[in-house]
């Protein structure tokens, strides 16, 4: 299978792709920043391989379902509060990386469950838009 970005032709970007570019060292980082910027997106970059390899199916931990929703999230912890979130689908021979954002590690307030249900409208947004048009993306790397 291949790993795809989609790409919102609105936006004029990929909204997983412009997500993870904060996680880029940059000259003004320093060294134990660019450590674990490298380290969140080696982890990242781990992860969507193995959903790769079995072929887009959520295998937890790695990967689950989203309830209430047609895709499929991947966790990965920013650090001991923060949790990144990637949502992607499969579609025919790709997985699709449709939307990223962060999130509580826990959270129990129905202002926090807002936001997150808010972002993962936006990943089946993508996912639907995406379907009218599966030339939208751009590959992985």
Do not use: W
Request: a positive charge; proline letters at 6%; aromatic letters at 12%.
């Amino acid at each position: 299978m291949e790993v795809v970005y989609f790409y919102d032709k609105d936006l004029k970007y990929c909204p997983v792709k412009e997500y993870l570019k904060q996680y880029l060292p940059t000259n003004k980082d320093k060294e134990n920043t660019i450590q674990r910027k490298q380290k969140i997106l080696a982890d990242i970059d781990a992860k969507i391989d193995y959903v790769r390899e079995n072929k887009g199916r959520p295998t937890p931990p790695i990967s689950k379902p989203l309830h209430g929703y047609s895709c499929f999230e991947i966790l990965n912890p920013k650090d001991a509060k923060t949790v990144i979130r990637i949502l992607y689908f499969r579609h025919r021979e790709k997985v699709v990386l449709l939307h990223a954002f962060e999130k509580p590690a826990s959270y129990n307030t129905e202002r926090e469950r807002r936001k997150v249900d808010k972002q993962n409208k936006i990943g089946e947004k993508y996912l639907n838009i995406f379907k009218l048009n599966p030339n939208n993306y751009e590959k992985y790397k």
